[in-house]
């Protein structure tokens, strides 16, 4: 019992992790294609346009690029 448990923990965790990273590749992705095509590039230079990089910076967006990022 005690080695099921274990075996489904790891199971449980690697899933977790592969997730995660996962969607950390879609982020990633998502952030070149917006550098990449010039209509989605002039939404998300807002998000570039602050002189003083700083932690606002980070959620800095325009307001269709959030939902384009949403759906």
């Known amino acids: ?20 990273v996962l969607l950390d ?3 990633y992705f ?5 550098h990449a095509v010039p209509v989605l590039w002039r939404l998300h230079r ?6 003083d990089y700083d932690v606002t910076t980070g959620l800095r967006f325009h307001p269709v ?3 384009l990022s949403l759906a």
Do not use: N, P, T
């Open 1 to 20: 019992m005690a080695g099921s448990v274990q075996l489904r923990d790891a199971a449980l965790l690697a899933a977790i992790l592969l997730g995660v």
């Open 25 to 27: 590749l879609a982020i």
């Open 65 to 67: 690029e959030i939902l």
């Open 46 to 51: 807002v998000h570039h346009a602050d002189e």
């Open 30 to 34: 998502q952030h070149v294609l917006f």
